[in-house]
């Protein structure tokens, strides 16, 4: 279903078997997904799933997890499904702090309709749409749900395999909103309209790019355009949506 040097199979493989890990049971465990390719994975689960519409994956998500607060909730986007068609609901989701872990595939543009170019694209970068290059600057997915007030921020790649099923696992057992960007190549579109013409090139890219926080802040500042930093970037316990909301409810019923 994914095009030869995709890396969608490995994320849902590190996920897979973070499930398996944690003892999720699939009757317990609810799978959203969005449009788009990164959006098909639920069709390879054995969980409760639920394929939404373009970019209300979270929305979906959230009626679930509030009716249901014992279920475990993931859901599944790409970088246009989840952040530029569904940016607001992304916002208000990590604000909400509802208890859900959301994975973003970011491949920076829109794969599966004809290699578009998204809110992640970085500037200057070619798409089927910006040929000659990306006047936008990118989003930073990580960066905005850690504004916006998510529990557990990190980002992997699927090079870096075992760390990003570390990852997961951690985000999975984080309560309150999760989130884990992961960096992967769209070998059909972004990579041969960026000089990396095969799938190999664009994993020697994530290993080259992706560094540790340590290994960042090394870098000369005039270096620095072109890497991203990989790792836990936000861990933090504030109260989830479920949790302030039974606190208001009590002092309605005790009123």
């Known amino acids: 279903m994914w095009c030869s040097g995709c890396g969608n199979g490995i994320v849902l493989s590190a996920l897979l078997r973070a499930f398996e890990e944690l003892g999720y049971a699939n009757e317990d465990t609810v799978v959203v997904t969005g449009i788009g390719c990164w959006g098909k994975a639920d069709d390879y689960v054995t969980t409760n799933a639920l394929h939404t519409t373009h970019g209300r994956a979270l929305a979906f998500a959230t009626g679930i997890k509030a009716v249901r607060p014992e279920l475990h909730v993931v859901v599944l986007m790409g970088d246009g499904d989840g952040v530029t068609i569904g940016g607001n609901h992304f916002i208000h989701a990590a604000r909400r702090n509802i208890d859900v872990t959301a994975i973003v595939v970011n491949n ?16 200057d970068r070619y798409t ?31 090079y870096h395999g075992p760390m990003l099923q570390h990852l997961i696992k951690e985000a999975l057992n984080k309560k309150g909103f999760s989130l884990v960007e992961v960096v992967s190549p769209c070998s059909t579109h972004y990579g041969p309209n960026n000089q990396m ?3 190999i090139a664009m994993l020697h890219w994530l290993k080259e790019k992706g560094v540790t926080p340590a290994e960042y802040e090394q870098l000369p500042e005039e270096m620095r355009d072109g890497y991203f930093v990989i790792g836990k970037l936000v861990d933090r316990d504030v109260p989830d949506f479920n949790t302030r909301y039974e606190e208001i409810r009590a002092k309605a019923l005790n009123s």
Do not use: H, I, W
């Open 128 to 158: 089927s749409t910006t040929v000659y290059g990306n006047p936008e600057r990118e989003l930073d997915v990580c960066a905005l749900a850690a504004a916006a007030g998510a529990n557990y921020v990190a980002r992997g790649t699927v």
């Open 108 to 123: 920076f543009n829109y794969g599966m309709t004809g290699g578009q170019f998204s809110a992640t694209t970085p500037a």
């Open 197 to 199: 013409k095969v799938p």
